[in-house]
C-alpha cells in the first residue's frame, strides 16, 4: 500500500541536543511538507520542498533543518537553536498535479526533558 | 498577511444533532479550500473546494465554498460519536500554492 511513514511515533530530547526526525513515501509525490501542530494553533508550515535537492523555508523555520536528498525522504532536523521543540510534528506530501490535497503521515511528538 | 480562521474552536453535541463548522479566509491569489479531519495523528482528507456554490458531499457530510464572501462551511448531519475529531481548514494559496491551515475546531459528539 501507497503511503507516508513518520518515525519515531515518540520522541524524547534533552535540551541542546539535537534530534532528526523521518519522513518517507512510497506515493512517487513530488512535494514535500514538514509541519509543527501545537493544541490551539493549528498547523504551523516549518519547510517545504517541491523537488530534489531543493527546499525553501516555511513560517516557522528557525532553528530547524531539512535535506531532500531523495524523493521518497524528507527528514527533519530539530536543532538546539530551536528553543520550544516541544511539539506534534506531521509530515506531508503532494503529487505534482495538485489535484488531491496532503497525504500526511501519523506525525511525531517530540518532547523536551 | 494571509490569514485562516475557524470557528468554533470547540463544540459538544449530542448524537443526532446537525453541525456547521465554519472556515473565514483572507489570502493571496487563492486556489482552493480544503478540509481535513484529525481524530488521533494524521489528518485524513474530506473535501477540496475550487469553486463558489458547488456543494460537495460525502455521507453525511457536505461543504460549499463562498468565494465573494470568502468562506467555507463544513456541515454534518445526524452526528455519531464517531465524528468526534478536529475539523481543520486549510487555504491554497500564493505564488507556491503553500497551505495555510486554521487552529481546527474540536467537535466532541457525546452520546
Known amino acids: 500500500d501507497g503511503g507516508i511513514t513518520q518515525s519515531p511515533k515518540y520522541l524524547f530530547r534533552k535540551e541542546g541536543q539535537n534530534v532528526t526526525l523521518s519522513c518517507e513515501q512510497n506515493?512517487?509525490?513530488?512535494?514535500m511538507y514538514w509541519y509543527r501542530q501545537d493544541p490551539g494553533q493549528g498547523l504551523r508550515l516549518i519547510y517545504y520542498?517541491?523537488?530534489?535537492?531543493?527546499?525553501q523555508k516555511g513560517d516557522i523555520a528557525e532553528g530547524y533543518s531539512v535535506s531532500r536528498e531523495k524523493k521518497e525522504s524528507f527528514p527533519l532536523t530539530v536543532t538546539s537553536a530551536q528553543k520550544n521543540p516541544t511539539a506534534f510534528y506531521l509530515c506531508?506530501?503532494?503529487?505534482?498535479?495538485?489535484?488531491?490535497?496532503?497525504?500526511f503521515g501519523s506525525g511525531t511528538r517530540l518532547t523536551v526533558v | 498577511e494571509d490569514k485562516v480562521v475557524q470557528s468554533p474552536l470547540s463544540l459538544v453535541v449530542h448524537e443526532g444533532d446537525t453541525v456547521t463548522l465554519n472556515c473565514s479566509y483572507e489570502?493571496?491569489?487563492?486556489?482552493?479550500l480544503l478540509w481535513y479531519k484529525q481524530e488521533k495523528k494524521a489528518p485524513t482528507f474530506l473535501f477540496m473546494l475550487?469553486?463558489?456554490?458547488i456543494e460537495k458531499k460525502s455521507g453525511r457530510l457536505s461543504s460549499i465554498l463562498d468565494k465573494k464572501e470568502l468562506f467555507s462551511i463544513l456541515n454534518i448531519t445526524a452526528t455519531q460519536t464517531g465524528d468526534s475529531a478536529i475539523y481543520l481548514c486549510?487555504?491554497?494559496?500564493?505564488?507556491?500554492?503553500?497551505?495555510?491551515f486554521g487552529a481546527g475546531t474540536r467537535l466532541t459528539v457525546k452520546p
Open positions: 486549510a487555504v491554497e494559496a500564493g505564488e507556491n500554492n503553500d497551505m495555510r
Open positions: 506531508a506530501s503532494r503529487s505534482r498535479d495538485l489535484i488531491y490535497g496532503y497525504t
Open positions: 475550487t469553486s463558489s456554490g
Open positions: 520542498s517541491q523537488i530534489v535537492n531543493d527546499f
Open positions: 489570502v493571496t491569489n487563492f486556489r482552493s
Open positions: 506515493l512517487n509525490h513530488d512535494a
